[in-house]
């Protein structure tokens, strides 16, 4: 098993921390991962994305310019990284991100309208585990009981008691995922 | 953390949790991207409380690289880390300590130049690092880590070769290697050596007289003739380094007609490189060099002589490349891929130079 992706959005959006918790859930089941931020001006404002790889085997280049999945969270996001998908694989988008929606017909497209609900929610912090839900409802690389894991292991102790909210987000992201498109 | 636990975190958090962990007595640095970590990682870990480890934040590289010279003319295991332009600060002192034979570690999670350039990975240190960097004939010891765990395991390792052969040693990482997070697992804690340790390992450092005659440390001598003989004792000091302490890693030669020589960052994704051509039939493999000063020359010499080609991947315009051009001496072609000013190159580019330079040249 090997999984290249890239979660691309606005900094602020959750998207480096939403690929750490991916990565540490993936840790937690004995896989290899790494985790590859873009640290330039994009973390300080602009666009920011990271590449998770989760893989059985040792893991070779942190870099890549191709994708397995794409979880896409803006429209300049969407511009750069969806040629970058590889034919057969998946994108998933933000519909409240994305004013004009994927044109390669060559995918499996999901929307999530994961800042829709976390706006019903009242908790806009809960947008990326959301988005994170609808992933591995479409991708099941990780177990939720792990993703769970990796938030008790990794959250300050001041934010411990934020796990069950992030919990129901996951769930509830699972739930709100629909497919647009089939490969 | 528990021993052994195996732990997620970036390579500049690695170092720092490994310089914690190795018995680093002073770490003295100045923030600057990609590397900021290192000191706020030690700022949140307090290490003084612990193990009683200084961590101080100096105003400017110069102050750190002399803090470093002046801890590690005591006979103590400092440090400092920073960035290309900051290392750039830091020469003068980095050939100071190498000619009054002082200890320290200098990490350099380098980004683009030249100048302040950009903030994104690069490997244009290299001739700054392997050449000496400042004045005078001096090597220092470079160790290029190409995970988060060699991060953590080169700390260690590179203070026991600055004491070994007192001399500054250098970890030449990038933004990649100390921005990125993988498994890592820790080395385990050892204490910090005590002053009577210090004394007994370290007779030549300033520790006080105590009955002993003084323990000069300097650069300075206004005798030529006994400043040509310091330089042939450091000159035969790294004879022997160049005969005992060169590291490298081999993946594929065994069967390989082609070589990609490369190290750090640019190893890794290369080796991506090399899986895509292998799956199309080309017989590549990978020689990467661990220890960039002293350069495993002799090995790429015999590698070289049954290759067809060697293409030299960097994340420079082709620093490395004369190293192993020097190693290679016209036994096969070398050609080189390189990106500049913070871009990295992907796994497909080095694939695809690889056939244009060396399978269809």
């Not at chain 1, 994170?132 to 769970?148: T, W, Y």
């Not at chain 2, 706020?40 to 010279?69: D, F, R």
Request: hydrophobic share 40%; aromatic share 6%.
């Amino acid at each position: 098993m090997k999984e290249e992706l890239i979660i691309a959005g606005f900094g602020g959006q959750g998207v480096l921390s939403m690929g750490k918790t991916l990565a540490y859930g993936a840790l937690m089941e004995g896989r290899e991962v790494t985790w590859m931020p873009a640290y330039g001006p994009e973390q300080r404002g602009g666009t920011a994305n990271v590449t998770v790889i989760i893989s059985d085997q040792p893991i070779s280049s942190p870099i890549l310019s191709t994708f397995d999945t794409a979880i896409i969270l803006n429209q300049p996001s969407l511009e750069r990284f969806q040629d970058a998908i590889r034919p057969g694989g998946t994108l998933i988008y933000d519909g409240y991100g994305i004013m004009q929606p994927p044109t390669r017909t060559d995918l499996n497209i999901y929307r999530i309208d994961a800042m829709d609900e976390a706006a019903e929610m009242r908790n806009v912090r809960a947008f990326n585990m959301l988005v994170l839900g609808g992933l591995l409802k479409v991708r099941p690389l990780v177990r939720v009981e792990d993703i769970i894991r990796s938030l008790v292991k990794t959250l300050p102790e001041r934010h411990q008691h934020l796990i069950p909210m992030n919990e129901q987000a996951l769930l509830r992201g699972m739930d709100i995922i629909r497919q647009e498109h089939s490969a | 953390m528990t021993e052994n636990e195996v732990v997620l975190m970036k390579g500049n958090e690695a170092i720092a949790h490994a310089a914690i962990r190795c018995g680093c007595d002073g770490y003295f640095g100045y923030p600057i991207t990609p590397q900021s970590e290192i000191l706020e990682t030690l700022a949140l870990e307090k290490p003084w409380e612990t193990t009683g480890m200084v961590v101080v934040q100096a105003e400017s590289e110069l102050a750190s690289i002399n803090m470093v010279y002046g801890g590690g003319a005591t006979g103590k295991r400092v440090m400092t880390s920073s960035s290309s332009p900051g290392v750039a600060l830091m020469q003068e002192g980095i050939t100071y300590m190498a000619g009054a034979e002082i200890p320290g570690v200098i990490v350099n999670v380098q980004r683009g130049g030249p100048g302040l350039g950009t903030i994104q990975p690069s490997q244009g240190d290299y001739f700054q690092s392997t050449r000496g960097g400042g004045n005078g004939d001096y090597n220092v010891i470079v160790l290029a880590p190409a995970s988060v765990q060699e991060m953590a395991d080169f700390m260690d390792l590179a203070f026991q070769l600055a004491f070994r052969y007192r001399t500054p040693a250098i970890i030449l990482s990038d933004g990649i290697i100390g921005q990125m997070m993988e498994k890592v697992v820790l080395p385990p804690y050892k204490p910090r050596r005590t002053d009577e340790e210090v004394a007994r390992e370290c007779p030549w450092a300033a520790t006080g007289r105590r009955g002993r005659r003084n323990n000069i440390l300097t650069s300075l001598s206004l005798d030529p003739g006994f400043m040509e003989r310091h330089n042939e004792h450091l000159q035969q000091k790294y004879r022997v380094i160049r005969e005992t302490e060169v590291r490298y890693e081999e993946l594929l030669t065994d069967d390989a007609e082609y070589l990609i020589v490369a190290f750090g960052s640019a190893a890794r994704i290369s080796q991506k490189a090399i899986e895509l051509l292998r799956h199309e039939g080309v017989r590549v493999g990978m020689l990467r060099p661990i220890t960039l000063w002293p350069f495993p020359t002799p090995r790429i010499a015999e590698l070289a002589r049954r290759m067809k080609g060697i293409l030299c991947a960097e994340i420079n315009s082709g620093q490395m490349l004369d190293d192993v051009r020097l190693a290679v001496e016209g036994a096969c072609p070398v050609a080189l891929h390189g990106r500049m000013g913070g871009m990295v190159p992907t796994p497909e580019e080095i694939a695809a130079a690889l056939r244009e330079k060396l399978i269809k040249g």
